[in-house]
């Protein structure tokens, strides 16, 4: 046997399995790779997407959180003034009413110290007259004096 022979023959039957591999496995694989190698760049662009999607997603939670709380702030805030502004309005009420309860006293007040001076001076006009027929031991005709006993009354 020669060894260049099979050496050649061997050489040949590789180049042959090489050109075979070449045209019908190679592309093959290649393709299959290059679809895979195109699925995994998709998945890390999706990835990436994803990641920056719920990067800004996070960042409108919080900016809404924020536009909620100061929102929340102004509500109250405003809650709290409106109350002030009910408490001081019962307030202005309150005095309202308790000056006119005030006035309203100091009216009948008055009333009941005229009526109280009315029936003094009725009285003492009455005393008077019935000190004055004691005093004459006469009986004073009333109707007679009246204007005497209502300048009286009226000093008094």
Not at 95 to 106: F, I
Request: glycine letters at 2%; a negative charge; hydrophobic letters at 45%.
């Amino acid at each position: 046997m020669n060894i260049n022979l099979t050496l050649f023959g061997q050489m040949i039957a590789f180049a042959v399995f090489v050109a075979f591999c070449m045209k019908y496995v190679w592309p093959a694989i290649t393709s299959i790779m290059e679809e895979r190698a195109d699925k995994i760049a998709d998945g890390l662009d999706a990835a990436d997407r994803a990641m920056r999607d719920l990067e800004i997603a996070q960042n409108k939670a919080s900016d809404q959180l924020k536009e909620a709380k100061q929102e929340a702030a102004a509500l109250l805030e405003q809650a709290n003034k409106r109350a002030n502004q009910i408490i001081e309005e019962a307030k202005d009420q309150a005095r309202t009413e308790g000056d006119r309860l005030k006035q309203s006293a100091q009216a009948e007040i008055e009333q009941e110290v005229n009526r109280a001076r009315e029936e003094l001076r009725a009285k003492v006009a009455t005393l008077a007259l019935a000190g004055a027929e004691k005093i004459l031991e006469a009986s004073i005709d009333e109707n007679a004096n009246r204007e005497l006993v209502d300048k009286l009354a009226a000093q008094l």
